[in-house]
Nanobody, 113 residues
């Protein structure tokens, strides 16, 4: 069974940066679409960014220009570079693969001074 494991979350001050990683137990990122989601306390989980199997990407308006999704297919790892972080970015961040709709368990990102 394919597993996804996120890492890289933590506490950062407003304006800071974090880089999240999503490691897959099998080589799936080079063949299937994947995305990063987040869920803030008391809110529904939302799609932050999506990377299609053909390399197309899109971002929710709230993070466009600040976040960047990427993949290292040789390492079966996807990344979410987050810059200019804001308190409203605080959430648990999850990665998801369209391969069998697999989800990771999430990593907490807290943006606070």
């Amino acid at each position: 069974q394919v597993q996804l494991v996120e890492s890289g979350g933590g506490l950062v001050q407003p304006g800071g940066s974090l880089r999240l990683s999503c490691a897959a137990s099998e080589s799936i990122f080079n063949r299937y679409s994947m995305g990063w989601y987040r869920q803030a306390p008391g809110k529904q989980r939302e799609l932050v960014t999506y990377s299609g199997s053909f390399g197309n990407t899109n971002y929710t308006e709230a993070v466009r220009g600040r976040f960047t999704i990427s993949r290292d297919n040789a390492k079966n790892t996807a990344f979410l570079q987050m810059n200019s972080l804001k308190p409203e970015d605080t959430a648990v961040y999850y990665c998801r693969s369209w391969y069998r709709d697999v989800w990771g368990r999430g990593t907490q990102v807290t943006v606070s001074s």
